[in-house]
């Protein structure tokens, strides 16, 4: 657990924010607090369809699923997620443990799968083995990310649509990189005023509304309508247009 200073008050962080989605709340308790206990902040949900929500919804360190849930399985909640580019970690614990489930949990994206009955102590180390290899470094096309029209070069730096170059300031193109990062993760305006200015009381969440407006603008017409604004919360790139899912909610 990270901790850190602000006005002389000592403030504890989370080492990771945490979705899980499990419709026993006997073992959804009981992972809550044994994540809880070694510095996570949990996020919970009992079916799948309010499972979509939140994974699609807000941005998480890791995911933990259940697999056989009420209205939309835990795989493919896993499968809209990396069908839009979404790789946050995600770890299966699941009843079903024959070959062909654990394949299929692994041909979605899955980074592990555990099989109940389990070990709370077991999970929590392979969370952390998890939480590790996802914050190395990640391979790019050297120091480019590209996403639809637009390429971001971090060597430069430097921002091209359609081959064109705009000129972004420091604050734009460090918005624009975070939501590029993550296609489709909807970020809290308190969440990109901490990675522009390290920390997030620093202005007003109305200074990102500001830059984002010059940012859209200069992105052009259909470059800047791929940052959608998701109303009382923030803003998300999204490329690609809405996922059909094979399950229905309600």
């Known amino acids: 657990m990270r901790h850190s200073f602000f006005r002389g008050v ?48 807000a941005d998480f360190d890791m995911c933990i699923f259940d697999v056989m849930l009420p209205g939309i399985t835990g795989t493919d909640i896993a499968a809209a997620m990396r069908a839009v580019g979404d790789q946050t970690p995600v770890l299966f614990l699941t009843a079903l443990g024959n070959e062909a489930d654990i394949l299929r949990g692994f041909s979605v994206g899955a980074d592990d799968y555990i099989v109940k009955p389990f070990s709370p102590r077991e999970l929590l180390v392979r969370v952390k083995a998890i939480l590790r290899r996802s914050s190395l470094p990640r391979p790019k096309q050297g120091n480019q990310i590209i996403a639809g029209p637009i390429r971001l070069d971090d060597a430069q730096p430097t921002c091209n649509v359609n081959g064109a170059t705009i000129d972004l300031t420091p604050h734009e193109y460090r918005i624009l990189r975070r939501l590029l990062g993550r296609p489709n993760r909807v970020f809290e305006r308190g969440s990109l005023i901490a990675a522009i200015y390290g920390n997030e009381d620093a202005v007003s969440p109305k200074a990102i509304d500001v830059h984002v407006h010059h940012l859209r603008a200069k992105l052009g017409q259909d470059a800047g309508a791929m940052i959608q604004t998701v109303r009382g919360f923030g803003y998300k790139f999204s490329p690609q247009g809405s996922l059909q899912m094979a399950g229905t909610c309600v």
């Open 10 to 57: 000592r403030i504890i962080e989370p080492i990771a924010s945490t979705l899980v989605v499990e419709d026993d709340i006997n073992i959804l308790n009981l992972l809550s607090a044994y994540l809880e206990s070694a510095g996570h902040r949990v996020v919970t949900a009992s079916t799948g369809c309010a499972g979509l929500e939140l994974a699609t919804g």
